[in-house]
Nanobody, 121 residues
Framework: QLQASGGGLVQAGGSLRLSCAAS????????MGWFRQAPGKEREFVAA????????VVADSVKDRFTISRDTGNNMGSLQMNSLKPEDTAVYYC????????????????WGKGTQVTVSS
């Protein structure tokens, strides 16, 4: 119901664009979030967007480099990642929830399989 894509290997300073296609029940949710999990670390909030008005919540650690957006017509969310750093290496997940966008992953009810992002130094 949520399918993330666009991960890969990139050098530090490079860019990647992640996409998340929502279908079925997930397509009726009202907020989409991106989270990431690096090996040995807890899942971390990256960014989230409210589907109706496009307002966003972005983690301080990425706010000057990452941009979240959505295409309501195609039920597609995106995460544009610029100026990537080795510490951005993680598996990235998209998730959907009812209601407003929040940082708390426990509020998200639908999750896609992750996509690996690896940033080499």
């Amino acid at each position: 119901q949520l399918q993330a894509s666009g991960g890969g290997l990139v050098q530090a300073g490079g860019s990647l664009r992640l996409s998340c296609a929502a279908s079925g029940r997930a397509a009726s949710r009202y907020a989409m979030g991106w989270f990431r999990q690096a090996p040995g670390k807890e899942r971390e909030f990256v960014a989230a967007i409210n589907w109706n008005d496009g307002s966003t919540v972005v983690a301080d650690s990425v706010k000057d480099r990452f941009t979240i957006s959505r295409d309501t017509g195609n039920n597609m969310g995106s995460l544009q990642m610029n100026s990537l750093k080795p510490e951005d290496t993680a598996v990235y997940y998209c998730a959907a929830k009812v209601g407003r966008a929040y940082k708390d992953s426990r509020l998200y009810v639908d999750w896609g399989k992750g996509t690996q992002v690896t940033v080499s130094s």
